[in-house]
């Protein structure tokens, strides 16, 4: 939904960001026409290190490659620190919008929102250089890779924290499908942790009318499978949540011919190390277990990714004041837990901080080949992050 589908939400978005609008959202439709995905983000690079620089901030180029963190200390005096981060990847999938600002790369477009992700906190960096009316100073970190390939993790490895020391860092997230302007969070475990595997089910061919004198990785491979949703139907605590599912099954080549193997791809999400470690021990023990039932083997790689995204307790109320004062009651502290995973859990891992999602009203969905930003969520977000620097980094009062 785009162009005067919503009304902007209270007086907690700023006047100024406001009435920048029109030029915030020119910046999210140019971003949104030149998606790279993870570690490419050249262009995308630039254009933010370019609108940063043109804001009278100095840019650190370079961390996980393209990733960049700009430092602004306000006129207010000495305090804390805090990093304020936005994500700027975009995915492998085909745009369908048909849009005047569609994706100039085929195959690739910013299906989740991370071109509004950068605006608004661009809006913001724009807005707190012109007007650093508060005390200590703020990070402004745009990171590459978030999706699968981990560049929050590898920034946090190269050293961003060592760096730019801070005290808390913020994360925000468009979330379509909910009420327009609401903000959506929860204390304590929000997104999951991702992990992928495969199985290589090994076996032996033989000619489909013959079974008998092969070993039919197909039959085992499809055993697998049922039996791997008894994990969390049987093994993980009804008080918990989890989810194994398999996405991919290759193997064979014609109709009657028993290949000599089958290849199972897949993902499994929990919430909390002990569930994580619970469901790697079933999931080996089925797939080995099935495999010498059927007289085959199995080649197993487990890989377990980002780990789950934890809000903490200080940092997850402050941000809420700041969504509050955004937002007024248009705040949810109690949104249900994700399942979809997050990679700026890793910088939860190495430093205290916090994670809202912002609604963007209806629309596609995440991860859609339709999916467009909604840009009047853009001075919402914006005035979000400047209502949360002056929120944590106030200017003290003078003296009686």
Request: aromatic letters at 8%; glycine letters at 10%.
């Amino acid at each position: 939904m785009q162009d005067g589908s919503h009304s902007i939400v209270s007086n907690g978005v700023l006047a100024f960001l406001a009435a920048q609008a029109a030029e915030l959202t020119q910046w999210r439709r140019a971003l949104h026409a030149m998606p790279e995905t993870a570690f490419e983000e050249r262009r995308t690079s630039a254009f933010v290190a370019e609108k940063l620089e043109s804001f009278g901030l100095a840019v650190h180029r370079g961390l996980a490659g393209t990733g960049l963190v700009a430092t602004l200390k306000g006129r207010g005096g000495e305090g804390p620190a805090i990093g304020l981060r936005a994500d700027m990847d975009a995915l492998d999938i085909h745009e369908a919008t048909n849009l005047p600002w569609r994706s100039d790369t085929p195959g690739k477009m910013h299906a989740c929102g991370h071109d509004g992700h950068m605006t608004m906190l661009l809006g913001a960096a724009g807005h707190l250089s012109r007007n650093p009316d508060f005390a200590g100073t703020v990070h402004f970190i745009f990171q590459p890779a978030e999706e699968n390939e981990g560049g929050g993790k590898v920034m946090v490895e190269q050293g961003l924290f060592d760096l730019f020391p801070m005290q808390a860092v913020y994360g925000l997230h468009n979330w379509p499908n909910a009420p327009f302007g609401t903000f959506l969070g929860r204390p304590g475990p929000m997104f999951a942790a991702f992990d992928i595997f495969e199985v290589k089910v090994i076996g032996r061919g033989a000619h489909a009318a013959m079974p008998q004198r092969g070993i039919d990785p197909v039959l085992a491979a499809s055993l697998i499978v049922a039996q791997l949703q008894s994990v969390v139907a049987r093994s993980v605590s009804p008080q918990e949540a989890a989810v194994v599912t398999v996405t991919q099954i290759h193997g064979g080549d014609t109709w009657n011919v028993i290949p000599d193997e089958v290849v199972l791809r897949g993902t499994a999400r929990t919430f909390t190390a002990q569930v994580r470690d619970l469901v790697e021990e079933r999931f080996r023990a089925i797939v080995e277990g099935v495999c010498a039932a059927q007289g085959a083997r199995a080649e197993i790689r487990y890989e377990r990714r980002y780990p789950a995204l934890v809000n903490h307790g200080a940092e997850f109320d402050a941000a809420l004041a700041a969504a509050r004062a955004t937002a007024g009651d248009r705040v949810i502290a109690d949104f249900e837990p994700i399942m979809a995973a997050e990679d700026f859990a890793y910088m939860l891992e190495a430093v205290p901080g916090a994670y809202l999602c912002l609604a963007s009203g209806p629309g596609p969905n995440l991860h859609n080949a339709q999916y467009d930003f909604n840009d009047e969520l853009l001075p919402v977000g914006a005035s979000y992050w400047v209502n949360l620097v002056h929120s944590l980094l106030p200017v003290a009062d003078p003296a009686p």
